[in-house]
């Protein structure tokens, strides 16, 4: 398989205060990537799903954005609060978090949940 | 559809100079995102296919590392002169560039050769 089941790119971009876009940094898409990295730590997912930095993903406007592969689901306006969700339904179990999504954008594949994890069982989703 | 067709995340992490681990900045990652952007655009890509840059991708020691999605390849020791091949074979074609395969590294889905663009009918591959 490839080096991750899932890759999550949090896109920590940074613009000059006051720019007409914003950008996702000014919305704590660094304690976002942080509370990911945390909860799927805490589910002994390190190794199989990766929270990883982005720079910018060209949707300043909807941040915090959240792009999780290999499905291409794209999340917008992501605060800390959700991340336990996204973690939970999507990342472990395969279901799109619909209220998060970025209007008017599909995805490439169909999530699927994660395999069980050797010697913990199924995850609960 | 996703945003993208597919998605490429170039790997600009720097570490200081002499880190044990190295990094893909000091290995070119900036000039070959560069070249990436360049290639596609030049095809009339930019909106279908899209070269971010990402944070640390931790395999630092095969940089500069570049990940394609929705497939989850991952390449290493990708330099500017690689650029090329990885787009025309691969973006475009739906072919794998083995010879850049990081060793060991399986992927998540099969490439597929790009649609052909509105009016400018199929892609040379």
């Keep these: 398989m490839s080096r991750y ?3 999550l790119f949090i ?3 940074r ?3 006051g720019h007409p876009r914003g950008c996702c940094a000014e919305r704590g898409s660094e304690e ?10 805490e589910r002994g997912l390190a190794g199989l ?19 999780v592969y290999p499905e291409g689901v794209w999340y917008g306006g992501v605060r800390v609060e959700d991340v336990e ?4 339904r999507h990342v472990v ?11 008017g954008v599909g995805q490439l594949n169909e999530p699927v949940p994660l ?11």
């Design 49 to 67: 799903v990766r929270a990883n930095a982005a720079g910018c993903l060209d949707t300043c406007e909807l941040g915090v954005t959240v792009v």
């Design 93 to 103: 179990g395969g279901k799109v978090v619909e209220r998060l999504l970025q209007p």
């Design 11 to 13: 896109c920590e971009n």
């Design 115 to 125: 395999p069980p994890l050797p010697g913990r069982g199924d995850h609960k989703t």
């Design 5 to 7: 089941q899932r890759h």
């Design 32 to 41: 976002v990537r942080s509370a990911f990295k945390k909860a799927l730590k």
């Design 85 to 88: 969700e996204i973690v939970q």
């Design 15 to 17: 613009r000059p205060s």
